[in-house]
């Protein structure tokens, strides 16, 4: 059973950094890309970034590139996600999650979601 | 930026048929995938490449893609159906993944 258990997530103040952790298991990690999906409150659904199965193909979102960063431990089964610079926008639950296989041109759609973890930023 | 533009809400009966639009430039020529989302849950693939159910995905969920406009429908809609619906899509031209969106789905 693919299980995906972020963490990491919790109050920071503007300006602030954070980085958020997936670990993943039921599933050959190295074999799949991985994602950040993230929700703001009463807002719909938001791509954040992806990477793919080796982790040297990295894509974002206009909005969070040059401060975000994902990355993966593929010897830990673990995505992560360093966040700098962080605003009041950046408020929402990350999801992580896996994709329906690896990619080289077309990222895949997302199979299986973590339960999210919720970042605020406020002072 | 790509856009993918959905209808707010839709209300349907249950036992009734809904269908959720997503519309974007060129759509037909992208693969689209739809999600559903209840209140405090994770996201649920539901449709994928356009047409294709993830195993456990009842029947009654669907998906065309043709022109300007994909569609999600559910037919014999049943409580348990009442999400937010979103389409999804990734631009290769900008590399971006892109959601639409969302549509409320109530059933009356």
């Known amino acids: 059973e693919v299980q995906l258990l972020e963490s990491g997530g919790g109050l920071v103040q503007p300006g602030g950094s954070l980085r958020l952790s997936c670990a993943a298991s039921?599933?050959?990690?190295?074999?799949?890309?991985m994602s950040w999906v993230r929700q703001a409150p009463g807002k719909g659904l938001e791509w954040v970034s992806v990477?793919?199965?080796?982790?040297?193909?990295?894509y974002y979102a206009d909005s969070v590139k040059g401060r975000f960063t994902i990355s993966r431990d593929n010897s830990k089964n673990t995505l992560y996600l360093q966040m700098n610079s962080l605003r009041a926008d950046n408020t929402a639950i990350y999801y992580c999650?896996?994709?329906?296989?690896?990619?080289?041109?077309?990222?895949?759609?997302?199979?299986?979601w973590g339960q999210g973890t919720l970042v605020t930023v406020s002072s | 930026s790509y856009v993918l533009t959905q209808p707010p809400s839709v209300s349907v009966a249950p036992g009734e048929t809904a269908r959720i639009t997503c519309g974007g430039n060129?759509?037909?020529?992208?693969?689209v995938h739809w999600y559903q989302k209840k209140p405090g849950q994770a996201p649920v693939l539901v449709i994928y490449?356009?047409?294709d159910r993830p195993s456990g995905i009842p029947e009654r969920f669907s998906g065309s893609n043709s022109g300007k406009t994909a569609t999600l429908t559910i037919t014999r809609v049943e409580a348990g159906d009442e999400a937010d619906y979103y389409c999804?899509?990734?631009?290769?031209?900008?590399?971006?993944?892109?959601f639409g969106t969302g549509t409320k789905v109530t059933v009356l």
């Open positions: 999650a896996k994709g329906g296989g690896d990619y080289q041109l077309l990222v895949p759609p997302v199979d299986h």
């Open positions: 039921g599933f050959t990690f190295s074999s799949y890309a």
């Open positions: 990477i793919s199965g080796s982790g040297t193909n990295t």
């Open positions: 060129d759509i037909g020529s992208k693969s």
């Open positions: 490449y356009d047409s």
């Open positions: 999804q899509v990734w631009d290769i031209t900008s590399d971006h993944g892109v």
